[in-house]
């Protein structure tokens, strides 16, 4: 079984900046691929941004580029999503995701994909006001 805990988010404003970490439990040794989802008032679930343990690549969705910048520390089987220049439309519910793939580019934050499949946290709020 594998366990995924977020923290962080809370409320800022709009240009302001936020951080928000996912620590893994359990059997995290297949987790190769993790990352974050994000789902607004209305919205549906869209990816954000991934990373792949191997060679440490990501993958950012053309939306948060130059601005969320995804990290992570496999000793600690965590994943580090810092969010800069927030906007208002950025407000939503991030969702912790992993996955086990074999090579870096499967590990994509997207609608479908190994990563869409895989374990899911309960998530963490995220408000940005303007």
């Known amino acids: 079984q594998v366990q995924l805990v977020e923290s962080g988010g809370g409320s800022v404003q709009a240009g302001g900046s936020l951080s928000v970490s996912c620590a893994a439990s359990g059997y995290t040794a297949t987790l190769s691929c993790m990352g974050w989802f994000r789902q607004g008032p209305g919205k549906e679930r869209e990816g954000v941004a991934s990373?792949?343990?191997?060679?440490?690549?990501?993958y950012y969705d053309d939306s948060v580029k130059g601005r969320f910048t995804l990290s992570r520390d496999n000793a600690k089987n965590t994943v580090y999503l810092q969010m800069n220049s927030l906007k208002p439309e950025n407000t939503a519910i991030y969702y912790c995701?992993?996955?086990?793939?074999?090579?870096?580019?499967?590990?994509?934050?997207?609608?479908?994909?190994?990563?869409?499949?895989?374990?899911w946290g309960q998530g963490t709020q995220v408000t940005v006001s303007s």
């Open positions: 995701a992993a996955a086990r793939v074999w090579v870096g580019s499967r590990c994509r934050a997207t609608s479908t994909g190994p990563l869409r499949d895989g374990y």
């Open positions: 990373i792949y343990s191997g060679d440490g690549s990501t």
